[in-house]
T-cell receptor, first 117, second 114 residues
Framework: DTGVSQDPRHKITKRGQNVTFRCDPI?????LYWYRQTLGQGPEFLTY????????KSRLLSDRFSAERPKGSFSTLEIQRTEQGDSAMYLC???????????????FGEGSWLTVV | GNSVTQMEGPVTLSEEAFLTINCTYT??????LFWYVQYPGEGLQLLLK?????DKGSNKGFEATYRKETTSFHLEKGSVQVSDSAVYFC?????????????FGTGTRLKVLA
């Protein structure tokens, strides 16, 4: 396994610009998650996919945020018209969900830092 | 709704001291419980987990026991090292509540001094 990889690792953008983050999960992992983490806080759930289907979205995910997983492999998280409050680390995680198995471990990438200036 | 509460940090200990980081949870069903660790500039790594009541998770000298009666999953280590300095997150996943998302606590920073 090469692990969960995220790109870019760091992004500085001006307020009002759009940004896109990419996540490549561990191969064969069918579930993919996006979280947001600010300094001194734990990860906050944004959304998750089972294969290509987006099954749940947090109320934190405003209409400026959109996530896709078009072929059930990599995923993208786009933020439109960025605001300073969007500055955070965006974490991607993946897991292999199997029927009847509880408590699957989710594996995190190293995160993508976003700074909006 | 489901939630996780952790003790506030930072926790500062001398090397070889005993560590306890408290974690309690609220869940409507029967959650699985996790401890993750985050080193500076990195993502979260699984430290240990327990999927049912009375299970004990252990790894790298860390242990935590799933206590349903007290809704707790406290992290312990008998003798900490400087290399254990990191932020520790308690988390739960409660499939029986109809969601597969994981809920994390706010984290507890541990500093171990040589």
């Amino acid at each position: 396994d090469t692990g969960v990889s995220q790109d870019p690792r760091h992004k500085i953008t001006k307020r009002g610009q759009n940004v896109t983050f990419r996540c490549d999960p561990i191969s064969e992992h069918n579930r993919l998650y996006w979280y947001r983490q600010t300094l001194g806080q734990g990860p906050e759930f944004l959304t998750y996919f089972q294969n290509e289907a987006q099954l749940e979205k947090s109320r934190l995910l405003s209409d400026r945020f959109s996530a896709e997983r078009p072929k059930g492999s990599f995923s993208t998280l786009e933020i439109q018209r960025t605001e300073q409050g969007d500055s955070a680390m965006y974490l991607c995680a993946s897991s292999l969900a199997r029927q009847g198995i509880w408590g699957n471990t989710i594996y995190f990438g190293e995160g993508s830092w976003l700074t909006v200036v | 709704g489901n939630s996780v509460t952790q003790m506030e940090g930072p926790v500062t200990l001398s090397e070889e001291a005993f560590l306890t980081i408290n974690c309690t949870y609220t869940a409507t069903g029967y959650p699985s419980l996790f401890w993750y660790v985050q080193y500076p500039g990195e993502g979260l790594q699984l430290l240990l987990k327990a999927t049912k009541a009375d299970d004990k998770g252990s790894n790298k000298g860390f242990e935590a026991t799933y206590r349903k009666e007290t809704t707790s999953f406290h992290l312990e280590k008998g003798s900490v090292q400087v290399s254990d300095s990191a932020v520790y997150f308690c988390a739960l996943s409660d499939r029986t509540s109809g969601t597969y998302k994981y809920i994390f606590g706010t984290g507890t920073r541990l500093k171990v001094l040589a």
